[in-house]
């Protein structure tokens, strides 16, 4: 058993995340699915959707939910998700969070959300400039 990964972002961020990584690691070991939310989507049928990725996805061992930006209607979907006992929402999605999510797809869904947001926070360094 495997836990799911669902992505829901703007305008397919989530999409172009997505390609990079699975292109990079050349492989997408963890049952996934992607939605985007556009400028004008209905948050009705964006809920509709996720709940139908959400049965989907979850074999038993859950479902890890990635969002681009906490408290946007990406997020504010994920958040209408709860409760549920088997997902996980990590918000502020970015490449180094993802790949991270993907190269560990033996974790339990509790861990996995945690190795999301560790790769996500860990992925971020401001380069000093030197120069001065």
């Known amino acids: 058993m495997t836990v799911g990964l669902l992505i829901i972002t703007h305008d ?5 995340l997505f390609d990079s990584a699975t292109t990079a690691l050349g492989q997408c070991p963890l049952p996934t699915r992607l939605i985007t939310a556009s400028r004008d989507c209905n948050p009705e049928l964006l809920d509709a959707r996720a709940r139908e990725y959400l ?3 979850d074999d038993g061992s859950g479902v890890l939910v990635l969002t681009d930006l906490y408290g946007s209607t990406p997020s504010n979907v994920a958040t209408g998700l709860l409760p549920n006992g088997r997902i996980r929402i990590v918000t502020g999605l970015n ?3 993802l ?8 974790l339990g869904l509790a861990e996995l959300a945690a190795k999301a947001e560790s790769g996500g926070l860990n992925g971020i ?3 000093p400039d030197d120069s001065k």
């Open 99 to 106: 790949i991270r999510v993907l190269n560990y797809p033996e």
């Open 55 to 57: 049965r989907e996805l």
């Open 95 to 97: 490449l180094p969070m």
């Open 12 to 16: 397919g961020i989530g999409t172009v």
């Open 125 to 127: 360094f401001l380069i």
